[in-house]
């Protein structure tokens, strides 16, 4: 196949970017400091003369997906094919199957913004005429969101979670795994006493315990009334994860289903809730078919970013609107940034973001993003790598 390959003058431009996030999120896979990525623009015209435009983002995050420089390599042969700056011929088909998931996210996400701006749908209700049941189903006008409180010390972290409840979030995700058991109980001990019990608290172990701590970890966080865990255990151990559900705290799976793994099978009995990262799914659209898929074999959906830009980020709020009922997302990460891309058409107020109602992402709001191309020392102009 090849990007836009039924419009004519097609050009595709890619632009790699940098961002340093505002402050190290700790997890207990390490610090994030930066994310760097990859924004997509598609245009060309339809036979009918009509204009065509899309906008996506690949912001790899291993394990998640794919790693940096096999992301920037798929693209520069997707551009390169569908620009046909070279000749013409077999290397000029790519083949999907081989395209890796923060690729594809962004392969997806140009055509799925394109397409949608063409029906001058918002993302989300095209998202949910698409994958909906035969009636169709509306998109949602906002999104719940929680807040993500990083590792650190008892007391910053009780003081980052008082910070998210007087901004309104009423849902908190504390990340743990990266300091000893007790330790982390003590960090959702002061942090339950410190909010009280009106808000909703999830944990986030990044698959770190043993089956002996997680187990330990469930009996206290479901003494402390949080909502559910993530990734208790390694992505791979799904009879540990099977054998903690039920115990008084939900059982979610991230790693286990967002990445290289199989997914257990079937997924409803080892998991209450299901973490779906658009990034690792290989793009909105597949997102929102999984969590549809997920509704009705009783599993709980929920979507978050892994950190990405904005034009990802908003995708993502999309994706979420168009999954009915949804719960609070993993969504509210731009203020983790010290920069993005653009001003952020799906700000967080009250522990809620509203859907852009324009066509597509956010109409044309990210038309300007991506600037000459010299992505990958590509064909469409030379130049070096990076921009910034
Ligand atoms: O879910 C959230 O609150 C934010 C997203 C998040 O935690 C995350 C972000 C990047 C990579 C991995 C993860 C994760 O859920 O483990
Ligand atoms: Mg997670």
């Given at each position: 196949?090849?990007?836009?390959?039924?419009?004519?003058?097609?050009?595709?431009?890619?632009?790699?970017?940098?961002?340093?996030?505002?402050?190290?999120?700790?997890t207990a896979k390490?610090?994030?400091?930066?994310?760097?990525?990859?924004?997509?623009?598609?245009?060309?015209?339809?036979?009918?003369?009509?204009?065509?435009?899309?906008?996506?983002?690949?912001?790899?995050?291993?394990?998640?997906?794919?790693?940096?420089?096999?992301?920037?390599?798929?693209?520069?042969?997707?551009?390169?094919?569908?620009?046909?700056?070279?000749?013409?011929?077999?290397?000029?088909?790519?083949?999907?199957?081989?395209?890796?998931?923060?690729?594809?996210?962004?392969?997806?996400?140009?055509?799925?913004?394109?397409?949608?701006?063409?029906?001058?749908?918002?993302?989300?209700?095209?998202?949910?005429?698409?994958?909906?049941?035969?009636?169709?189903?509306?998109?949602?006008?906002?999104?719940?969101?929680?807040?993500?409180?990083?590792?650190?010390?008892?007391?910053?972290?009780?003081?980052?979670?008082?910070?998210?409840?007087?901004?309104?979030?009423?849902?908190?995700?504390?990340?743990a795994g990266a300091?000893?058991?007790?330790?982390d109980?003590?960090?959702?001990?002061?942090?339950?006493?410190?909010?009280?019990?009106?808000?909703?608290?999830?944990?986030?172990a990044n698959g770190a315990w043993s089956?002996?701590e997680?187990?330990?970890?469930?009996?206290?966080?479901?003494?402390?009334?949080?909502?559910?865990?993530?990734q208790p255990l390694p992505?791979?151990?799904?009879?540990?994860?099977?054998?903690?559900?039920?115990?008084?705290?939900?059982?979610?799976?991230?790693?286990?289903?967002?990445?290289?793994?199989?997914?257990?099978?079937?997924?409803?009995?080892?998991?209450?809730?299901?973490?779906?990262?658009?990034?690792?799914?290989?793009?909105?659209?597949?997102?929102?078919?999984?969590?549809?898929?997920?509704?009705?074999?009783?599993?709980?959906?929920?979507?978050?970013?892994?950190?990405?830009?904005?034009?990802?980020?908003?995708?993502?709020?999309?994706?979420?609107?168009?999954?009915?009922?949804?719960?609070?997302?993993?969504?509210?990460?731009?203020?983790?940034?010290?920069?993005?891309?653009?001003?952020?058409?799906?700000?967080?107020?009250?522990?809620?973001?509203?859907?852009?109602?324009?066509?597509?992402?956010?109409?044309?709001?990210?038309?300007?993003?991506?600037?000459?191309?010299?992505?990958?020392?590509?064909?469409?102009?030379?130049?070096?790598?990076?921009?910034?």
């Amino acid at each position: 196949m090849r990007i836009g390959a039924h419009l004519v003058d097609r050009e595709v431009r890619l632009r790699e970017f940098s961002l340093p996030l505002r402050s190290p999120l700790g997890t207990a896979k390490g610090e994030m400091t930066e994310r760097r990525g990859l924004l997509v623009e598609l245009r060309g015209e339809l036979e009918t003369g009509d204009e065509v435009r899309g906008v996506g983002e690949a912001t790899p995050l291993p394990p998640w997906t794919e790693g940096y420089e096999e992301c920037l390599a798929t693209w520069v042969t997707l551009r390169d094919a569908a620009n046909g700056t070279v000749s013409d011929g077999d290397e000029n088909e790519v083949d999907i199957d081989g395209v890796p998931p923060a690729a594809r996210h962004a392969m997806n996400l140009v055509g799925a913004d394109a397409s949608a701006r063409y029906a001058k749908r918002p993302l989300a209700a095209w998202l949910a005429d698409r994958t909906g049941d035969s009636g169709g189903s509306d998109a949602a006008a906002e999104v719940p969101v929680n807040a993500t409180v990083g590792d650190g010390s008892v007391e910053s972290t009780v003081e980052e979670a008082e910070s998210a409840v007087v901004d309104g979030f009423d849902c908190l995700k504390l990340k743990a795994g990266a300091r000893d058991l007790d330790a982390d109980l003590d960090r959702c001990r002061a942090v339950r006493e410190a909010v009280g019990d009106d808000v909703a608290l999830r944990a986030d172990a990044n698959g770190a315990w043993s089956r002996d701590e997680a187990e330990r970890a469930v009996d206290a966080l479901a003494a402390l009334d949080f909502e559910y865990v993530e990734q208790p255990l390694p992505a791979d151990d799904h009879e540990g994860l099977a054998a903690l559900r039920g115990r008084g705290v939900g059982i979610a799976l991230d790693e286990s289903v967002n990445g290289p793994n199989t997914w257990p099978d079937p997924v409803r009995e080892f998991a209450d809730v299901v973490v779906l990262k658009p990034m690792a799914q290989g793009g909105p659209t597949r997102t929102v078919s999984v969590a549809r898929r997920l509704r009705a074999q009783g599993v709980t959906p929920v979507v978050t970013t892994t950190v990405d830009a904005v034009v990802a980020r908003t995708a993502a709020v999309h994706a979420a609107a168009a999954i009915p009922n949804v719960p609070a997302c993993g969504l509210a990460t731009g203020d983790l940034l010290a920069e993005d891309l653009a001003a952020d058409p799906v700000p967080v107020e009250d522990g809620r973001v509203r859907v852009p109602e324009g066509p597509g992402l956010a109409g044309d709001a990210f038309d300007r993003l991506v600037g000459d191309d010299s992505a990958g020392g590509g064909s469409a102009g030379g130049g070096s790598v990076g921009n910034d």
